[in-house]
């Protein structure tokens, strides 16, 4: 297998990714869901998979590993970097959905209700939590999984995963779609079903 990002391969990233964005789904949608007093899907898809959970855990790993020896910068670039990605999604939601799923404007110190002091310290805490315990679970998880079974599973979550993303973007913006899009979705369909 080929080596990236420190020496590791594809197989154990994408499986990492994958696990983190499964795990911030179940974490995000329980606390959610006692908050709201019902079931919450914190998720843009129908499937148990967040995917910013991924990216964000994934980046701060990458980008931040030659700092875990001092924890006080640690947990300050943690902060910012997530913060960062934050921001980042938000932009990315607006531009897309036109709206962004989250809202600190009850917070004190936020920024258009989009990023709060509050969260950039959870996220400093997160990052020590991180590199302190939670990536060493994600990797043992990982480990135990044959990898003939990984390889499978892998494929078959970012199909899945995909498939489900681009149906509920379609669901989402089918009334702004341009006409032509439209015109090339019932002709698919009318070929299928001749």
Avoid at 48 to 53: E, N, T
Avoid at 114 to 137: K, P
Wanted: proline share 3%; with cysteine; hydrophobic share 50%.
């Amino acid at each position: 297998m080929s080596r990236i990002l420190g020496g590791n391969d594809w197989y154990h990233i994408l499986l990492w990714f994958l696990t983190y964005s499964i795990l911030g789904w179940v974490v995000e949608s329980a606390y959610m869901s006692l908050c709201n007093r019902k079931w919450t899907n914190r998720g843009f898809a129908r499937g148990p998979i967040c995917p910013i959970y991924g990216v964000g855990a994934l980046t701060v790993f990458f980008a931040l590993n030659a700092y875990q020896g001092n924890r006080v910068q640690l947990f300050i670039m943690g902060a910012l970097l997530a913060t960062f990605i934050e921001w980042l999604t938000a932009r990315i939601m607006n531009r897309v959905f036109g709206e962004v799923w989250w809202d600190y404007k009850d917070k004190p110190f936020n920024y258009k209700g989009i990023l709060c002091l509050e969260s950039t310290i959870a996220w400093g805490f997160y990052t020590l939590f991180l590199f302190g315990f939670l990536h060493t679970v994600v990797e043992r998880i990982v480990n135990v999984i044959p990898f003939w079974i990984g390889r499978i599973l892998g494929v078959v979550l970012v199909i899945g995963f995909s498939l489900d993303f681009l149906y509920s973007l379609y669901v989402e913006k089918k009334d702004s779609l341009p006409d032509k899009v439209t015109e090339i979705r019932d002709m698919i369909i009318d070929r299928i079903w001749r």
